[in-house]
Nanobody
Framework: QVRLLESGGGLVQAGGSLRLSCAAS????????MAWYRQAPGKQRDLVAA???????NYADSVKGRFTISRDNAKNAVYLQMDSLKSEDTAVYYC????????????WGQGTQVTVSS
């Protein structure tokens, strides 16, 4: 069983920075792809950034150049450094673990609120 626990959300002024962390339990972290999603009120959950087990990354166009995803396999952790925050970045941010072998499964954290005041 995998459990994901996000932390680091909060209230920040526009232009500021936050760093989200996601700690994972279980033994499949290092061989899984990890991602951050976000969901604003009344909107669907969207991909923000992803990192493969090999370290390749991709980002939503709206956050390119401002957000950086990274992982530390020794700590079973994934991070999202968010700089130059905008009011439109306000959302609940979710950590996702995507495991693919003979089958695929997704695990989600409970989410952490990020609020950017303008």
């Amino acid at each position: 069983q995998v459990r994901l626990l996000e932390s680091g959300g909060g209230l920040v002024q526009a232009g500021g920075s936050l760093r989200l962390s996601c700690a994972a339990s279980g033994s499949i972290f290092s061989i899984s792809n990890m991602a951050w999603y976000r969901q604003a009120p009344g909107k669907q959950r969207d991909l923000v950034a992803a990192i493969t087990s090999g370290g390749s990354t991709n980002y939503a166009d709206s956050v390119k150049g401002r957000f950086t995803i990274s992982r530390d396999n020794a700590k079973n952790a994934v991070y999202l450094q968010m700089d130059s925050l905008k009011s439109e970045d306000t959302a609940v941010y979710y950590c996702n673990l995507h495991y693919v072998r003979n089958f695929q499964v997704d695990y989600w954290g409970q989410g952490t609120q990020v609020t950017v005041s303008s």
